[in-house]
């Protein structure tokens, strides 16, 4: 009830303000906008965040061409007070990773109308990370799409979520949150950390460390469900040469030939061995 006044239009572009009897916590405003909006693809833009010229008709162009999609999703451009840059946030979606990595900004996905019908809609239990478990609900409905191209940009020292930096961060509030988000959806994450791509992070993450013993388990189990899996051999290469048989590893990464894991971060170590073994020869 105390929102300004807004003008009949931004740009070319005519703005319609839904008033409610009182103020609504987050989830409960967005399902309110969503409610009201009319069309058939839908994007949020909040106080903190900027749409680039190029976002809408990039995403469409994107979902167009893919029409077995009913969500894209872009890169944002961080910005903090002064406008300088910290960093672009957006990578391709990682289903196994969903309950604990955001891969977007909210601002940065355009989805389908759709998408209402089939169920999906806002917590009102969520007071922050609501959009987190919402694109979770979508994610059961249809791939996403990444468009690798910077059309927003987020604001991070703005805003009251707690999710941002500085001033806008609060990690109790944040970690209190994931613990809501993964109770609610306790069998899709049980289910998650059973598949391979998360197994295989995690035991990439263990070797890195030098936790070599604790990943021997989960780099045989990969490979006993599948002994061609390419993430499994690249991880049984990555374990050899951390113990220094070079010699063994040889063989296996030949069998590999020019196959790129699914794990992003085994095909960037992969790439750094090949391109080691061609310096040894």
Not at 25 to 47: C, I, P, Q, T, Y
Not at 54 to 82: C, I, K, T
Not at 191 to 205: G, K, S, V
Request: net charge negative; proline share 5%.
């Amino acid at each position: 009830p105390a929102h300004r006044a807004l003008p009949d239009t931004c740009g070319a572009f005519p703005l319609r303000f839904v008033p409610t009897a009182r103020a609504l916590k987050r989830a409960e405003a967005a399902n309110v906008a969503l409610e009201a909006a009319r069309g058939d693809w839908f994007n949020f833009l909040d106080d903190d965040d900027e749409l680039m010229p190029s976002h809408v008709s990039r995403l469409r162009a994107a979902l167009a061409a893919e029409p077995g999609f009913r969500l894209a999703h872009s890169v944002s451009q961080d910005v903090d007070a002064d406008g300088r840059t910290v960093a672009f946030h957006g990578g391709r979606f990682k289903p196994w990773r969903q309950l604990d990595t955001g891969f977007f900004r909210p601002c940065s996905a355009m989805f389908a109308a759709s998408l209402l019908d089939d169920g999906a809609m806002f917590d009102a239990r969520f007071e922050i990370l609501e959009d987190m478990d919402f694109f979770v609900q979508c994610a059961a409905l249809t791939p996403f799409l990444f468009v690798a191209d910077v059309t927003t940009r987020y604001h991070v020292d703005a805003g009251n979520s707690g999710a941002g930096r500085g001033t806008n961060r609060d990690d109790d509030r944040l970690q209190a949150a994931f613990g809501v988000l993964r109770e609610k959806w306790s069998e899709l994450d049980r289910r998650m950390r059973a598949t391979p791509e998360f197994r295989a992070e995690h035991a990439l993450f263990l070797i890195e460390n030098g936790h070599f013993d604790e990943a021997v388990p989960l780099v045989v189990g990969i490979l006993r469900e599948d002994s061609q899996s390419i993430d499994g051999r690249t991880l049984r290469i990555l374990q050899l040469i951390a113990r220094g048989d070079v010699e063994s590893a040889k063989p296996i990464l030949e069998a590999i030939g020019d196959a790129t894991p699914k794990v992003d971060g085994l095909a960037l170590k992969l790439d750094q061995v090949r391109a080691r073994m061609a310096t040894l020869h």
